[in-house]
């Protein structure tokens, strides 16, 4: 058995860390010895290794793959590589700062999405002060309409809270009401409905945030333009997808009472909470952006100090601790930054996408356009759903709405093209934790592995029935 294990752990290694190493390499002499390099072989090069990295590249650990965790908490010098085991978004930081690199020493002017990532981490921070607040709302809305309407509302509230922070407070909510052998299914299946929940605003979803300034450039959408095309197919999958869930959690026990708390002022973290996001939503209509930036820097700082001052996890010796609680600190001090980490990394992810935009263009160029429209429209959807399965749905998106607006000269239905691929990349990312941020925090909650994930989630693939239905329904009316 140990044996066989062994081999497993040294398997992987081989075919997702250091592959990943692998193609890093090989996207990096590309850039060196050719000038400029193959687009195609570059793209692609530069995809596959974010793919992996955000997968395993960051399971450092594989590198030994006879050390324990003992090892690394006695060896000091190394620490810093068993924090990033499983932290696949700081392997993504790290590979899209590589290729920011070869961007510069090409002379290349790549796109920092500072907007994007400012609204994600203002949001977020303020998000993470008004999570342990939201627990006695959850237990108000499910004593009203049931589990059923504690999922599809806590879903949908990611729309208002950003995704990645519903996330931490729906499976906080949750999760020890759920069956040790449905956890990983219950786990999937918020992945699915928080992805499709964020849909109804445009700075709560990476894959709409990212994209939402060509959004409005390119096809001339607002937030009513979202929430018609966009909105109702989110609605009505989170509506489907939740009610098979609600027989996989156990009832709430009605013995148990929220905590009272009658000071008002208990309460700032949700008015700050919805202050952050009206500012957010509405700095394209004035002319204060910098101001809106600093304003949200500010709150991530307050965020963090809070965070620090309120839960305190520096005064005991690491080295003291059993392993299993050093882990659970570990995962405290990882959700504290994660509002910096994923701001960086949906940074990140713009920079792979400028990169990987003339491979997957390429490809997408195949698609025959003298197939009728609706053939072409659903064929996106599904590009954007499966590219969104491997790759971060931000990314995805970021990539495919681009080959929206080509096709859309040709084809026409731009509207539709372009819901097609957002609600594509909002599908597609419950395949996979690396696939849509909030999956990272799901994950960590519910104690699911990368592989666990994988092997459940594909039970959830039938809800993509919804969208079909829906793009259909727009395509025969309109």
Known sequence: MKNERNGIVLLEAIMQSWLAWGLLWA????????????????????????????????????????????????????????????????????????????????????????????????????????VHRMMPIMAAVERISGKWGALVIGSLLSSFTGEPSAAVFLSEYFRNRTPGHQKNLVATGLGATIGSGGGLLPFSAPPILIVWAILGREFGWGLGHLLLYVGGACVLHVAVVAWRMRSLIDAADPRQKMPKDGSVFRWWPLALLTAVVVLNMTFEFHHLTVLTWVIDALVAVWALVYSYLDNPDTAVDERELPVEVHENQHGESSGR??????ALLLMGLEIVGKEAEPLLQSLAAAIPTMVPALVIIMALWLLSAVTSHFADN?????????????????????????????????????????????????????????????????????????????????????
């Open 337 to 342: 930054w994660q509002p910096i980490t994923l």
């Open 27 to 130: 996207y990096v002499t590309i850039n060196i010895t050719q000038h400029p390099p193959d687009p195609l072989w570059s793209g692609g090069l530069a995809l596959m290794a974010i793919l992996l990295a955000m997968n395993s590249l960051a399971r450092t650990e594989l590198w030994w793959t006879r050390k324990s965790p003992e090892w690394f908490r006695e060896h000091p010098f190394a620490r810093i590589f068993h924090h990033f085991h499983n932290e696949g978004e700081l392997a993504g930081i790290f590979v899209a700062g590589v290729v920011l690199v070869c961007q510069l020493l090409r002379q290349e002017h790549p796109h920092f999405a500072f907007a994007e990532a400012f609204a994600l981490l203002g949001i977020m921070s303020a998000a993470n002060l008004a």
């Open 394 to 478: 931000a990314l995805a998106s970021r990539v495919y709405i681009t080959v929206a607006v080509s096709l859309s000269t040709v084809v026409g239905h731009a509207n539709l093209l372009a819901m097609a691929v957002i609600l594509g990349a909002l599908f597609g990312g419950f395949l996979l934790i690396p696939a849509n941020l909030p999956n990272f925090a799901i994950s960590k909650k519910f104690n699911v592995t990368p592989g666990g994930w994988a092997g459940i989630a594909w039970r959830w693939y039938w809800s993509g029935v919804v969208h079909v239905a829906w793009i259909t329904a727009w395509y025969i009316f309109s």
